[in-house]
């Protein structure tokens, strides 16, 4: 089990506080404002999440962005390939189906 002090302040582009009820705020930013999504912090939102579904103590999830909009257009290529192959890429433009 995760608990909040252990992880609250490991993740650079989320500000977590959590009041003594259960109910936990995360604000996604980059450097304080506007949250710019690239590959790097698609990896952190997954440790953060996990960590945060690890902790038995949080009851509620806010989940809020930062500055003017929740998140910023990317810049580049935002995300990089997955780290394992289990969902194959669409190639007709529509959404990608689980491979089997």
């Given at each position: 089990?995760?608990?909040?002090d ?11 506080t959590?009041?003594?009820?259960g ?5 996604l ?19 953060l999440?996990?960590?945060i ?11 809020t ?13 935002a995300?990089r390939?997955p ?10 433009g ?7």
């Amino acid at each position: 089990m995760m608990r909040f002090d252990d992880y609250h302040n490991s993740f650079p582009n989320a500000r977590l506080t959590r009041s003594k009820t259960g109910v936990l705020e995360v604000a996604l930013h980059t450097d304080g404002a506007t949250l710019v999504f690239n590959g790097y912090t698609h990896e952190q939102f997954v440790d953060l999440f996990h960590a945060i579904g690890s902790d038995s103590e949080n009851r509620v999830v806010i989940l809020t962005g930062s500055g003017d909009a929740f998140a910023a257009p990317s810049r580049g290529n935002a995300c990089r390939e997955p780290r394992n192959n289990s969902v194959a890429r669409s190639t007709a433009g529509g959404p990608a189906e689980p491979s089997l």
